[in-house]
């Protein structure tokens, strides 16, 4: 099937992005130092299943153009998205979001909870009541001087893939270099590694309560993506009223630890066709 170039501008940011398919509407909203390709990873099956897919990338991410200054909190991405929602003409969404996208489709929907049919929060990392540690703000200041001033090497070395678990190390090395060499703006991604951290898509864990929205909260083991904990997965999963948490099982047949679901775009496309399908009944 195939997807149709989309432009939305913006606040002075001019968002580029693609839609495909027809039905209920899926807005994929993509993480920090990522692109609209690496939510569902290419797989076609929302569109096979008759759901319009509509995926794009972030304000100074991918072919999207750089914000004005330092306009990267989530203020202005979940007004980034309302903006898409208008321009495409829809009135309610499914908005999958992964990481900051995750927080970004939590903003709009507290903000905006008519605009929003289902929620499914992949692998969230956001605390509101936990404060923020010098020492993580000062590894994602590194990462953004690594990318500004070496490029993906740069960014790769301040990274310290050494530090991951060897099971995974390569396959996060490679996904790194492609998401990283698929950014027109690089400079603008490193601004956006500066501010983003920095910023608070809500102010309390409570907040959650107020959304009475079907959602699915897909979270990862510790052991293959530490960066976003599993146990605030489960904490978003606890806030938000009958929220289902969904976490790939500890290991295969094969005694080997699980690929978490949120990187396969197979898998998560099924638990997002699960969420569509509870949102319209």
Known sequence: ??????????????????????????VLLHGLTATRRYVVMGS???????????AYDARGHGRSTAAPGRAYDYEHLAADLLALLDATGIDRAVLAGASMGAHTALRLALEHPDRVAALALITPAYEPEAPQASSELDRWDALAEGLREGGVEGFLRAYDLA????TWRATLETVLRQRLGAHEH?????????????????????ELAELHIPTVV??????ADPGHPLAVGERYARAIPDAELVVEDEQGGDSRPRSPIA???????????????RSST
């Open 163 to 166: 530090a991951v678990p060897e």
């Open 1 to 26: 099937m195939t997807a149709s170039e989309l432009t939305v501008r913006t606040d002075g940011v001019s968002l580029s992005g693609e839609q495909a398919g027809a039905g209920p509407a899926v």
């Open 218 to 223: 897909v979270a990862s083991r510790d052991e």
């Open 263 to 277: 990187w396969q775009g197979g898998q998560l496309s099924k638990v997002l066709i699960e969420l569509v399908s």
């Open 186 to 206: 690089p400079e603008a991604v490193a601004v956006a590694l500066e501010v983003v951290p920095r910023s608070r898509p809500f102010e309390q864990m409570a």
């Open 44 to 54: 076609r099956a929302l569109e096979r299943h008759g759901h319009r897919v509509i």
